[in-house]
């Protein structure tokens, strides 16, 4: 049995705890989680005797030849040919994405079945499934990692003063797809001077400025996997405030790592981040959470914040991203990929953490 086909079975065999005959996926991460396929149509339906794959004829070839389940390749629009089958197959008890199902699917499949027939919206069942890496996703995650870390290194190298942040931000875009990557896995983010203050800062047509910080988020596509990785940098000799916020900001990162391992409750990583800051005096600062999971999407469960009730597991990939943001200042953020293991956590960011000189 290959992979994907045991990561049916597993999926599968969750529908009778969840009282249900069939599992309709609609999201595009877990369908390509569970069948491979990496294209922009296509639905997944689980049941316990065998598995349906949907999608238009401009997939049909490539689906037929490298996805294992029954390939229905379907000139209607693909909830019709998912309704032929529950009907043939007699499943009347469909579980569905809430998150993830379109309103017009579901009027369709509300419509289109018998009396007898129901749905019912189930959990993030897949993503919690897609919280542990298998070793295969973990080495695709791995070299994710290590080309964004290289296209970050490359293209730190030629940044200068004046450089503006939309051609900061394309030279990272482009070295890292000349690296091998198939894209960014969000909007990269380069935000210049008191525009690091904006954790999500768009690039702007701002040149970079001397004596000012830099802050650069970004991650790459591979395999269809993702990384994320944040790194600060100075134009020029960084004054005390400067030093003194990131090195309060790498304090936080350590202490969030420090407290990483399997059976460790991930509210509790957040809690020694915001501890470290409130130390400093900066609490008030640190608005987002400290990290979230990744793998096929940029933000996957476990979600790394103050409520969250999540045990860590090992072999999840996680971000550890503590920041600061000073109005009239600056921001700092300093963000790694990291691994959960048995006793602790492997970083897989190559790069080092040190504010960076340029
Ligand atoms: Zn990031
Ligand atoms: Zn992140």
Same mark, same amino acid.
């Given at each position: ?9 597993? =999926?599968?065999?969750?529908? *009778? ?31 316990? $005797? ?20 029954? +390939? ?25 994405? #809430? *998150? ?9 499949? @509300? ?6 027939? #129901? ?5 993030? /069942? ?6 542990? @890496? ?9 070299? !994710? /990692? ?13 940044? @200068?003063?004046?450089? &503006? ?24 983010? +380069? ?57 309060? +900001? ?13 059976? *460790?409750? *991930? ?8 501890? /470290? ?6 609490? &008030?600062?640190?608005?987002? !959470? ?18 969250? @009730? ?13 920041? =600061?943001?000073?109005? $009239?200042?600056?921001?700092? &953020? ?25």
């Amino acid at each position: 049995m290959t992979e994907i086909e045991q990561r049916r079975q597993t =999926a599968a065999a969750r529908l *009778a705890d969840l009282k249900i005959d069939a599992l309709l996926v609609s999201s595009p991460a877990s369908v390509r989680y569970l069948t491979d396929y990496s294209g922009s149509n296509g639905l997944v339906l689980l049941s316990r $005797g065998e598995s349906h794959f949907f999608t238009d004829p401009r997939y049909g070839l490539e689906a037929s030849q490298k996805i294992t389940c029954r +390939v229905h390749v379907a000139k209607k629009p693909l909830i019709d040919a998912v309704i032929a089958v529950l009907k043939r197959k007699k499943l009347k008890k469909t579980g569905f994405e #809430s *998150a993830w199902m379109r309103f017009e699917d579901y009027s369709k499949l @509300k419509q289109g079945l018998p009396s007898g027939f #129901s749905l019912h919206p189930i959990g993030s /069942v897949l993503e919690e499934q897609r919280m542990i @890496k298998s070793a295969a996703e973990i080495e695709r995650i791995r070299n !994710s /990692v290590n080309t964004n870390s290289r296209a970050f290194s490359a293209v730190l190298r030629q940044i @200068k003063p004046g450089a &503006r942040e939309q051609e900061i931000a394309a030279a990272l875009d482009f070295e890292m797809r000349r690296l091998g990557a198939e894209k960014p896995s969000f909007e990269t983010i +380069v935000a210049a001077g008191d525009r690091s203050a904006l954790p999500h800062a768009h690039p702007s047509a701002r040149p970079l400025g001397g004596n000012e910080l830099l802050l650069i988020d970004m991650g790459a596509t591979l395999d269809g996997y993702s990384s994320d990785m944040t790194r600060v940098a100075f134009t020029g000799a960084p004054p005390k405030r400067i030093r003194d916020l990131y090195r309060a +900001v790498l304090e936080a990162q350590l202490a969030a790592m420090d407290s990483v391992r399997a059976g *460790a409750v *991930a509210g509790g990583v957040d809690a020694a981040a915001r501890k /470290v800051l409130k130390r400093h005096g900066l609490d &008030r600062e640190f608005i987002h !959470s400290t990290g979230h999971g990744l793998g096929l999407e940029i933000h996957e469960p476990p979600r790394i914040g103050k409520r969250s @009730k999540t045990k860590l597991q090992a072999g999840m990939a996680i971000t550890i991203e503590p920041g =600061a943001y000073v109005a $009239g200042l600056g921001g700092v &953020r300093i963000e790694d990929t990291i691994l959960v293991t048995q006793n602790g956590c492997e970083v897989l960011t190559p790069t080092p953490k040190e504010l960076v000189q340029i």
